[in-house]
């Protein structure tokens, strides 16, 4: 069996948020899809030991965010690569509260859409919540940010809670010893290609960077970082 077949599945990048009481949580997910016009149903798929699992099964409610290709790597690390049981993950974030009380992202989303869970699926690691749609709204017309684009543009990698995480069979190495890992969140900095983001040009060694220079992905500093060779 070669797993390899399944990075050639299509998936668009989104996050979930759902509630618990007055608590807020968010998440990035990239297993969303529609279901059904009549009545209009669409699914997420997400981890049994992430918080906003624990949200959604309280509250029966979640709203799917659409995210842009012009979405930062930042804000992917703050819904994707942090726990809201450690982080707020609202606190800075421009949101308002939706029908049902979940929150709708204002920034970073082309559209959403708000659902009441109707069924969910119990599928060993994830659960997969099928919601009726009960509002929706395009925000935006950028091109929105597919998964394909996100892992070759973006050079994001998938933390492992994530439904198509594949664990890495052989680590990427560089043969002059310049790239280093995020032990955090897999993020690899390349020398070569620098980090555009926060104005690091090409060529820059990683003993260059400046000190407070942070992890783009998950915002985890140098001393996170591990050299590969
Ligand atoms: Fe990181």
Same mark, same amino acid.
């Not at 012009?70 to 707020?88: A, C, E, H, M, Y």
């Given at each position: 069996?070669?797993?390899? =077949? ?9 996050v ?9 949580? *968010? /998440?990035? @997910?990239?297993? #969303?899809? /529609?279901?059904s016009?009549?009545?209009? !149903?669409?699914?997420v ?14 509250? *029966?409610?979640?709203? #799917?965010? #659409?995210?842009?290709?012009? !979405? ?5 690390? /703050?819904?994707?690569f942090k726990? *809201?049981?450690?982080v ?5 974030? $421009? ?9 709708i ?18 599928? @060993?690691?994830?659960t ?5 749609? #009960?509002? @929706?709204?395009?925000?935006g017309? !950028?091109?929105?940010m597919t998964?394909?684009?996100?892992q070759?543009?973006k050079?994001?990698?998938?933390p492992?809670?994530?439904?198509t995480?594949i664990?890495? /069979? ?7 010893g310049?790239?280093?890992?995020c032990?955090?969140?897999g993020?690899?900095?390349?020398? $070569? ?7 690091? @040009?090409?060529? !820059? ?9 942070v992890?783009? =992905?998950?915002?985890? *500093? ?5 050299a590969?060779?």
């Amino acid at each position: 069996m070669n797993s390899k =077949v399944l990075y050639k599945l299509s998936y668009g990048l989104y996050v979930i948020c759902s509630i618990n009481g007055t608590q807020l949580n *968010g /998440q990035i @997910a990239n297993t #969303v899809f /529609q279901i059904s016009s009549e009545p209009l !149903t669409i699914a997420v798929s997400i981890n049994k030991n992430n918080l906003t699992h624990e949200y959604i099964e309280k509250s *029966g409610v979640f709203s #799917v965010s #659409v995210l842009p290709v012009t !979405t930062p790597l930042d804000f992917i690390g /703050q819904f994707g690569f942090k726990s *809201g049981r450690d982080v707020d993950k609202f606190a800075g974030a $421009a949101y308002r509260t939706g029908l049902t009380g979940v929150p709708i992202l204002l920034e970073n989303s082309i559209g959403y859409l708000e659902a009441n869970v109707v069924q969910h699926l119990d599928v @060993a690691t994830h659960t997969l919540f099928i919601g009726e749609v #009960v509002e @929706a709204e395009v925000l935006g017309e !950028t091109e929105p940010m597919t998964y394909a684009y996100y892992q070759a543009v973006k050079r994001g990698l998938v933390p492992p809670a994530a439904p198509t995480y594949i664990k890495p /069979q052989t680590m990427p190495t560089g043969a002059e010893g310049e790239k280093h890992k995020c032990t955090v969140c897999g993020y690899i900095y390349d020398s $070569a290609q620098g980090d555009s983001a926060s104005g690091q @040009a090409a060529g !820059t060694l990683f003993s260059a960077l400046p000190e407070a220079w942070v992890c783009p =992905v998950c915002g985890a *500093g140098k001393e996170e970082f591990e050299a590969l060779s």
